[in-house]
């Protein structure tokens, strides 16, 4: 329920919702271009440029380029988790996350596609916040992918998860590495069929 100052000043209110949207859109941007050409290749002035925003009104909404870091993978993440529920349920929802993961469309599109995928050497180096945010967001991605293999006993498929998200992840890591289409086209065909074979 909102403050009763903010009742009678319709104008705090808006600016307060403003503010949020305003964030929630350099938040936005910020993982585009973080997935794009790295977190250490992104620097404020472009990332503030991309929001439509001056450097100036960067601080308004974050401490530090490590907030806006720590903000964009628990985004990221959580935006990956939820995006579970428009799979078909169970298995063959999972089979369908596969081809779609391990596509050369994913591959080829690294801004608009996973952060972990695009970042994790980077969220290596990261401070606490941003590993801490990352690892919330990792864990609730393998709880969602165990509950899909075993739905009945999710923590016994747990290992499985783990498995099929480092398997993932790691392949369309090797396959946006390499310079050659076929070989790295390979490599996916192979992911796939290696994902498939851990779920069953």
């Known amino acids: 329920m909102a403050p009763r100052s903010e009742w009678r000043n319709p104008v705090a209110r808006y600016a307060k919702e403003h503010k949020q949207v305003t964030r929630q859109r350099i938040i936005e941007t910020a993982g585009h271009r973080f997935k794009q050409d790295g977190i250490d290749g992104s620097g404020i002035s472009t990332l503030m440029s ?11 909404h974050f401490e530090s380029k490590d907030d806006l870091v ?10 990956q988790a939820e995006a579970f529920s428009a799979l ?4 063959p929802g999972l089979e369908d996350l596969v081809h779609q993961y391990l596509s050369p ?15 994790l050497d980077e969220i290596g180096r990261c401070g606490d ?3 801490q945010a990352y690892t919330d967001g990792a ?6 992918i165990a509950a899909r293999l075993t739905p009945e006993d999710p923590q016994s ?10 398997m993932m992840v790691g392949t369309l890591q090797l396959a ?16 796939i069929g290696n994902a498939l074979a851990l779920m069953h």
Do not use: M, W
């Open 129 to 131: 916040g941003t590993k």
């Open 176 to 191: 946006r590495a390499l310079s050659d289409r076929k070989f790295a086209d390979e490599v996916l065909e192979q992911g």
């Open 88 to 91: 078909r349920p169970g298995r």
């Open 139 to 144: 864990k609730a991605i393998v709880e969602e």
């Open 157 to 166: 498929a747990r290992g499985t998860a783990i498995g099929l998200y480092t």
């Open 105 to 119: 469309e994913h591959r080829d599109h690294p801004g608009l596609g996973c952060p972990s995928a695009a970042l």
């Open 50 to 60: 991309d929001a439509g925003l001056t450097n100036g009104a960067f601080y308004a």
């Open 70 to 79: 720590a903000n964009v993978v628990a985004g990221e993440l959580r935006a």
